[in-house]
């Protein structure tokens, strides 16, 4: 068991694009962590250069204690799921899951053993002969999570692990994955895009922007105070209302603002859309739309005037020039 | 249903019926000639004899012929598949110095140089080798020109095999070779299949180098025989020359069909196709 | 293994590196070297001597410059040769095969799967049939007396291949290659959207007019990619050798028969590779138009 560390981790493209920007970093050991960002914004390539994957232009990676920067993907000791899980479609399911082994010139009898015990502990038993082509999504995705657990790696990592499994799918399948990574008590870093999946599965979370970390903390940190306009804009299933108000921009999430008599913003209901238990209301406040969130059957009428507000611990501040957070 | 649409479905059937009589009444022949007691430059219903099978089986030639044909093949059928694979692969996969230009000249070669417009150059430069009657020298020949192609409908199959099956292979701790034999070949394998077949049914059907460097009709493949047949001694040789375009045609066909059947000629490769 | 660097970022996603790429890729280009680019190049110079395959001029041959070009354009042999050439690759490529391979493409889509089969079946059968076997096949339709044309036209009498000789092999020449225009038609139709054509059928337009203004316009790439490739395929062809061997009286003599009976049967090999040269330049005027083309749709 080890933990990640990056130092002035640089990773620079043939075409100048440095995808990953001199960035330090420290995994835990045993921490599921979550590197999260837009599109294009490095996190996958500084998962792949981890991996080896992608050659360092400049820094260290260490796993444990040892430099890992110039060795090959195959004398790391880590484990990757691919986003597409990159299972071989001409092996079993057995055989792929036995695959590591069979590399390291483990006798057949060793890899049909652990094929056989991996898959069983996540339930893909009864599907060790069939093809890759032959499984569900969901099977597919375990089954590339059996291979990586049977190489006995030191740190697992995952590369948007649940973004090709369908909405109902995913939310099993992200339960699942936190139960496995808790048992094995294995570093594991994945990446995704999804913010609702980073908050909920990871113990701590690194938002990216061009190749730099933006923000560093555990969900409820980033979540609650996102460190500057970027991550505040990026975290949370409704945008965070951000108002220029002076030199500063106040921002306030839409689940802690509500109707007050007296209060931060005052509007027009101009749009309702139901979210299920609750509703997004957007006030038209002068130049500024603002959004918040009120439960099932509170919702004003499109057209009424509507005062919010929010405690004031729930209220950030941010530079109006940098966008970092004031207060 | 009026009138012009029975007209149209009318039309268009005489034209369905054309096509197919247009395409499938030369190859009677093929069907007809082998087996009729007087066979000619002509179709009629056969009577069903075997005595030209017999006839040809007797030629001196005629099997050397078809085992000259399958040494020419085999042996340049395999050299420009194995060569093609691994120099797809690697073009495929590594930005080698000048990859670019190097694939645009290999295109432009494959078409510019045919056999026909470089036949006096190949001929005097195997002529002063002393490759003239070589079989191997005839079939390297052969590689060299359909190599260009292969590696190029090969790379176009390289490219579609995902490169997250290498790079998973590799963070398992495969070595080069290891990914190449667990994954990439296997993986790949329709479409060598499909230059393998491309190739064998090339060379099989080759008439121009096997006729210009295998003077020696002892060394000639099938196509050359077949052609000699026609000439020699004055008169074409009909006893022979039916059931011997025959059977020199079975393997092209078999292969058509394998291909076909297993393939489709359409072509697949990872799970998510 | 090998070097201790991993690949450069992406860029090598087998680990191979340069080196063992260079490795793998060095057989292949060796031998497209001497047996295609050497040959190539060496026409050039024996196009320029009068090399002969035998007599004084094969043992001590002589540089007689452009002589050679000069002559061919003078030689009526050989401008009959390019006409010939040409007036083959245009019935039997541009206008033959062309046509006929679209029509089959866009008439196989209506017609009942079985029907269909046996059709593509027996196009691709003449397409991948060896070449001297399809030349008896022909023999047999076009032969006097016995053949089945004329037996089909009750004139039994016609000797096709001496009366009518480039007819002859025009129609051979569609019969043989339509299966490749058939399959790049059939496969750029399928990529025509089926919710265009749907909208010009919602829209009343007949099927001449679908074919010109929704078909069409997606296919105008594949026409002109077939057509050239079909054209240089059809200038190189060595087949009408094996119908007609250029007679009568050179009547059906095409290029690449001509450069085989100045080479090996008149023992020309100077003056064979300089209309060998003019071949290539032709093909490589082709194949600079078509790479232009492949270039701009990536």
Not at chain 3, 20 to 30: D, N, S, T, W, Y
Request: aromatic content about 8%; some cysteine; charged content about 15%.
């Amino acid at each position: 068991m080890a933990g990640i560390t990056a130092e002035g981790l640089s990773t620079v493209y043939p075409n100048g694009v440095r995808a990953v920007d001199a960035l330090d970093l420290e995994v835990a050991d045993g921490e599921l962590f979550a590197l999260l960002g837009p599109s294009g914004c490095g996190k996958t390539t500084l998962l792949r250069t981890i991996a080896g994957l992608e050659a360092a232009s400049g820094g260290v990676v260490r796993i444990g204690s040892r430099d890992v920067t110039r060795l090959q993907p195959g004398d790391r000791r880590v484990a990757m799921v691919f986003q597409d899980y990159a299972l071989f479609p001409h092996m079993t399911v057995a055989e792929n899951i036995a695959y590591p082994l069979r590399v390291r010139g483990a006798a057949k009898s060793v890899q049909r053993e652990t094929a056989v015990r991996t898959a069983g502990g996540l339930s893909l038993g009864e599907l060790l002969d069939r093809r890759p082509g032959q499984l569900s999504g969901g099977q597919q995705q375990r089954a590339a999570l059996a291979r990586a657990v049977a190489a006995s790696a030191e740190v697992l990592l995952l590369d948007e692990p649940l973004s090709n499994l369908d909405a109902r799918l995913r939310l099993e399948a992200r339960t699942f994955l936190k139960k496995l990574q808790r048992e094995l008590a294995l570093t594991t870093v994945f990446v995704t895009h999804d913010q609702a999946e980073a908050l909920a599965l990871a113990d701590r979370i690194a938002v990216m922007d061009s190749g730099r970390i933006r923000q560093l903390g555990t969900p409820r940190e980033v979540f609650q105070r996102p460190a500057d306009t970027f991550v505040a804009n990026f975290i949370g299933s409704t945008p965070m209302n951000l108002v220029p108000r002076g030199a500063e921009v106040i921002g306030v999430r839409p689940e802690y603002l509500s109707p007050a008599a007296d209060g931060l913003f005052t509007g027009t209901v101009s749009v309702v859309e139901n979210l299920g238990v609750t509703s997004l209301v957007t006030l038209d406040c002068g130049e500024d739309q603002i959004g918040y969130v009120v439960p099932e059957d509170d919702e004003p009428r499109v057209g009424a005037t509507v005062t919010v507000d929010a405690p004031p611990a729930r209220v950030l501040r941010y530079d109006k020039e940098t966008g970092l957070l004031v207060r | 249903m009026s009138p012009l649409w029975v007209v149209r479905r009318i039309g268009f059937s005489v034209l369905v019926a054309v096509v197919l009589a247009f395409f499938a009444v030369p190859m009677l022949w093929l069907a007809s000639a082998p087996f009729d007691s007087k066979p000619g430059l002509g179709l009629r219903w056969p009577d069903w004899t075997f005595a030209n099978v017999v006839a040809t089986f007797g030629h001196p030639y005629a099997l050397t012929s078809l085992l000259n044909s399958l040494v020419l093949c085999v042996v340049a059928t395999v050299v420009t598949t194995v060569l093609a694979a691994l120099a797809a692969y690697a073009l495929s996969r590594v930005r080698i110095p000048g990859r670019d230009l190097l694939l645009y000249l290999l295109l432009l070669l494959s078409s510019v140089v045919t056999g026909t417009a470089a036949m006096v150059p190949i001929f005097v430069m195997m002529l002063q080798l002393g490759l003239i009657n070589s079989q191997f020298g005839t079939a390297l020949v052969i590689a060299g020109g359909m190599l260009p192609a292969a590696i190029f409908i090969l790379k176009d199959f390289m490219d579609a095999v995902p490169r997250s099956y290498e790079e998973s292979a590799r963070v398992f701790g495969a070595s080069p070779r290891q990914v190449l034999g667990h994954v990439v070949l296997p993986v790949a394998r329709p479409g060598v299949a499909t230059i393998f077949v491309w190739a064998f049914v090339n060379a099989w059907g080759n008439f121009l180098l096997p006729f210009l460097l295998l003077r020696d009709v002892g060394r000639q493949p099938a196509a050359v025989l077949l052609r000699t047949l026609y000439d020699e001694g004055g008169s074409a040789n009909l006893t022979v020359i039916p059931v011997f375009s025959l059977l020199y045609s079975i393997p092209v066909v078999v292969l058509y069909l394998f291909v076909n059947k297993r393939y489709g000629f359409r072509f697949h490769g990872g799970i998510k196709s | 293994m090998g070097s201790s660097r991993p690949g450069g970022a992406g860029l090598d996603s087998a680990g191979l590196g340069v080196r063992r790429a260079i490795g793998f890729v060095a057989p292949a280009l060796l031998l497209i070297a001497v047996f295609l680019v050497f040959p190539a190049l060496w026409t050039l110079y024996i196009g320029i001597t009068n090399y002969q395959l035998t007599g004084p001029a094969a043992a001590n041959p002589r540089v007689v410059g452009l002589d050679n070009v000069v002559e061919a354009v003078r030689d009526p042999l050989f401008t009959n040769s390019v006409w010939l050439t040409a007036l083959f690759v245009l019935g039997s490529a541009v206008i033959g095969q062309n046509a006929l391979g679209f029509g089959l493409a866009w008439l196989l889509r209506t017609v009942r799967p079985g029907l269909r089969r046996t059709i593509e079946g027996l196009v691709l059968l003449s397409w991948i049939l060896p070449g001297t076997v399809v030349a008896y096949l022909w023999f047999a339709v076009l032969s006097r007396d016995t053949g089945t044309l004329g037996l089909l036209l009750g004139s039994p009498q016609t000797a096709w291949l001496v009366q009518y000789p480039m007819t002859s092999l025009i129609i051979f020449n569609v019969w043989r290659g339509t299966a490749f225009s058939m399959l790049l038609y059939s496969s750029a139709l399928a990529a025509v959207p089926p919710s265009q054509l749907e909208t010009a059928r919602l829209a009343g337009a007949s099927g001449r007019q679908t074919v010109r203004d929704v078909v069409f316009p997606h296919i105008r790439g594949h026409v002109l990619t077939n057509t050239l490739l079909i054209s240089l395929w059809t200038a190189n062809d060595f087949t009408p050798f094996l119908l007609t061997a250029g007679g009568p009286n050179h009547r059906s003599e095409v290029l690449p028969v001509l450069i085989y009976r100045q080479a090996l049967e008149s023992g020309q090999l100077g003056y064979a590779s300089a209309m060998s040269l003019l071949l290539l330049v032709g093909n490589l005027a082709i194949a600079l138009v078509y790479l232009r083309l492949l270039r701009r749709r990536a």
